[in-house]
């Protein structure tokens, strides 16, 4: 299965044309969170995103929240937003988590959530899946410009406890593309423009 991810677009209607275009090269596409900037301007990339016709699974960002964008979402046939759910595609089992974990300094624009709600809203995640997270696990691809770690330690909790196929992650900008291994997971920080990861879907 050969995964479209993508994260932080913030309103970047140029960089959503263009994954529209190369989503014909993927099976399934993934957006981990931040489509909007600050709770304003979701519809501006949104709008360009659905011309993509497969699959494609989302995660609200710290940027915009659950609600609105499961509301954005709503005419885009081909999309199903997560956020403490998850789905089936081609026997392959996709959990997703958004917002920003742990709280993050921004203020109350921001949509986020403590360690203890993320755990809770891991808790039923399946192992051998595909998680779709906007926050990365802490110590992987989450280290800002001056060095220091930003990630989850319960989305990392969650990873060494169902060792997921991959995670999809986003969030610190810094790290964008970046990619490593947490045991046998891959951790992608997807970035704007958009990475391909190849899985072996099913296998769990």
Request: net charge negative.
């Amino acid at each position: 299965m050969r995964l479209l991810c993508f994260s932080d677009s913030h309103r970047d209607a140029k960089a959503a044309e263009q994954l529209v275009e190369r989503s014909s090269q993927a099976d399934v596409v993934i957006g981990a969170g931040d489509f909007a900037t600050r709770r304003m301007g979701l519809s501006d990339t949104i709008d360009v995103l659905k011309g993509i016709e497969i699959p494609t699974l989302l995660v609200p960002g710290n940027g915009e929240s659950y609600e609105e964008l499961e509301a954005a979402c709503r005419d885009w046939k081909s999309s199903q937003v997560l956020h403490g759910t998850g789905c089936s595609i081609e026997n392959q089992e996709f959990w997703g988590v958004g917002g920003g974990i742990p709280v993050t300094p921004f203020g109350d624009w921001s949509y986020e959530f403590e360690e203890d709600a993320a755990e809770e809203m891991l808790r039923d995640c399946p192992k051998n899946e595909i998680l779709i997270t906007h926050s990365p696990p802490i110590d992987t691809v989450d280290h800002d410009q001056t060095g220091q770690i930003r990630g989850s330690q319960a989305i990392r909790d969650a990873v060494e406890r169902v060792a997921p196929l991959a995670v999809i992650c986003g969030h610190i900008h810094s790290d964008w593309e970046k990619r490593v291994n947490l045991g046998d997971s891959i951790i992608q920080n997807a970035g704007p423009r958009g990475v391909f990861v190849d899985i072996e879907a099913g296998v769990g």
